[in-house]
């Protein structure tokens, strides 16, 4: 058995979900681990509880295999979680992410009012920030403005025109990497500013 099916076999029995495994120089093997998401469920956490629980059945499992490593670490996803699958993207429909394309895009962006409204993307700009949505047919895109973001103390005039809104669709296959844009306000994920 390989490294990936262990992992994958070990924490899915124990009723996690393999979410990365990454190896460094030094020996150390990192597993990331989540619990299942179900929709409309709440949503859970990882805790240091579940971590060393993973961590006691592995090396275990690990030892009777025979892989070698020198240091074990199992963590949650973190803020910047990885988005890898269908249901990961399904999960976090409406969050921030950050999109890394494998092939710059070319003049491929377009303006969700259009072409016409004048906003142009760099042709060899693969790195993007939005809002994740799912397109009319089915497909997912993220959405977002140029505009910077207001400094802390700053007026801002009620009558500027804010900067259009540009859409980005993709496919999975399409996708170098992608995940959770790290959300550090302390109000949490789900808090309004006030």
Known sequence: MTLQEIAEQTVTGLGYE??????????????T????????????????????????????????????????????????RPLRHERDFERFLGQVIDVTLKAPIGE????????????????NRKKFRGTLERTADGGWQIVWSDEPAPKPGQR????????????LGFTLN??????????????GRGAVDA
């Open 18 to 31: 393999l979410v990365e495994i990454e190896r460094s120089a030094g020996g150390l093997l990192r597993i």
């Open 33 to 80: 681990i989540d619990l299942p998401w179900t929709a409309g469920q709440p949503e859970q956490f990882v805790n240091v509880e579940d971590c060393e629980k993973v961590t006691r059945q592995l090396q275990y499992v690990l030892e009777v295999e025979g892989i070698e490593y020198k240091r074990l670490e199992v963590s949650s996803p973190g803020i910047d």
């Open 108 to 123: 491929a962006a377009r303006s969700t009012e259009g072409v016409a409204a004048g906003a142009k993307v760099s042709a």
């Open 156 to 167: 801002v005039s009620k009558k500027r025109e804010p900067a259009p809104l540009q859409a």
């Open 174 to 187: 399409e996708l170098r990497e992608a995940r959770l844009a790290p959300v550090v306000n302390f109000k």
